[in-house]
């Protein structure tokens, strides 16, 4: 069993920053990619952000040069680092990770309970 749980989240006014974290917890072997999803009201979930076990990154085309996705595999975190924040930047943001709980294990996926971001002023 792996637990996800992430924080970060809150509301903040237009142009400024928030850090998400997203840390992972149980039985894991290694975490092979971990993203960062979001899910404005009314829309369908998309996926922000991502970085796998070798660090390398991908970004959807509007937050490229303002998020930075980062991990700590010792930690099995990851972070989002959010600058000159928008208004569609508001939604809830879910964690995601493709793991190994042992060697042989087939990879999972799990997801995060999700944090809320609201940019506004």
């Known amino acids: 069993q792996v637990q996800v749980v992430e924080s970060g989240g809150g509301l903040v006014q237009p142009g400024g920053s928030l850090r998400l974290s997203c840390a992972a917890s149980?039985?894991?072997?290694?975490?092979?990619?971990m993203n960062w999803y979001r899910q404005a009201p009314g829309k369908q979930r998309e996926l922000v952000a991502t970085?796998?076990?070798?660090?390398?990154?991908n970004y959807l085309d509007s937050v490229k040069g303002r998020f930075t996705i980062s991990r700590d595999n010792v930690k099995n975190t990851v972070y989002l680092q959010m600058n000159s924040l928008k208004p569609e930047d508001t939604g809830d943001y879910y964690c995601?990770?493709?793991?190994?709980?042992?060697?042989?294990?087939?990879?999972?996926?799990?997801w995060g309970q999700g944090t809320q971001v609201t940019v506004s002023s």
């Open positions: 995601n990770l493709l793991y190994k709980g042992r060697l042989w294990s087939v990879a999972t996926t799990t």
């Open positions: 149980g039985t894991i072997f290694s975490i092979l990619v």
């Open positions: 970085i796998t076990n070798s660090g390398s990154t």
